[in-house]
């Protein structure tokens, strides 16, 4: 039997996939800066590609889930980050929509329960460092302006009415 010749650019980028998933621009990159030659990068992604372990559209579903669902990213954002990581659009707003549709995921309440969880940790803070740091951490996670002042207007005042019940 004759295997196939292993390429020690086939190698990295199986150890590099080991290490966690890519996009298929993003291994393009990190192998073409590692000084691998161009021709054996090509060889070594059409192969992962032909293989199944280089997917742009599964890959895309696992990024959109881990932080839409876990880390409350926005739509928004996960589709700024998957663009970075070379990700074409389609594939994106595909994976994007499949996901939040699969997860049910409400971005009004997502948004309030990460400005919950983050203003737990500003409670020592003054009322407007809290504020602009809470539009901040939203701001980050990829929300619309407007939506922020919202959340922020409706969980600091819950918070002063608290207060003043106290």
Same mark, same amino acid.
């Given at each position: 039997?004759? =295997?196939?010749?292993?390429?020690?650019?086939?190698?990295?980028?199986?150890?590099?996939?080991?290490?966690?998933?890519? =996009?298929?621009?993003?291994?393009?990159?990190?192998?073409?800066?590692?000084?691998?030659?161009?021709?054996?990068?090509?060889?070594?992604?059409?192969?992962?590609?032909?293989?199944?372990?280089?997917?742009?559209? $599964?890959?895309?579903?696992?990024?959109?889930?881990?932080?839409?669902?876990?880390?409350?990213?926005?739509?928004? #954002?996960?589709?700024?980050?998957?663009? #970075?990581?070379?990700?074409?659009?389609?594939?994106?707003?595909?994976?994007?929509?499949?996901?939040?549709?699969?997860?049910?995921? /409400?971005?009004? $309440?997502?948004?309030?329960?990460?400005?919950?969880?983050?203003?737990?940790?500003?409670? %020592?803070?003054?009322?407007?460092? %809290?504020? #602009?740091?809470?539009?901040?951490?939203?701001?980050? #996670?990829?929300? !619309?302006?407007? !939506?922020?002042?919202?959340?922020?207007?409706?969980?600091?005042?819950?918070? /002063? !009415?608290?207060?003043?019940?106290?």
């Amino acid at each position: 039997m004759n =295997s196939p010749r292993r390429i020690p650019t086939y190698e990295r980028a199986l150890n590099m996939l080991e290490a966690r998933a890519r =996009s298929v621009a993003d291994m393009r990159r990190m192998l073409l800066r590692k000084g691998e030659p161009a021709t054996d990068v090509e060889a070594a992604i059409e192969r992962l590609v032909g293989a199944g372990l280089l997917d742009d559209a $599964a890959y895309a579903r696992q990024f959109t889930r881990s932080k839409a669902v876990a880390s409350g990213f926005s739509r928004r #954002r996960v589709q700024q980050e998957l663009t #970075r990581r070379g990700v074409a659009r389609a594939v994106a707003d595909d994976a994007i929509a499949e996901v939040f549709a699969e997860e049910v995921v /409400d971005e009004d $309440a997502t948004i309030q329960r990460v400005a919950r969880k983050k203003l737990r940790t500003l409670t %020592r803070l003054n009322e407007p460092v %809290r504020r #602009r740091r809470l539009y901040a951490f939203l701001a980050r #996670r990829g929300y !619309d302006a407007d !939506d922020i002042a919202r959340v922020v207007r409706l969980l600091t005042a819950s918070e /002063d !009415d608290a207060e003043i019940e106290a």
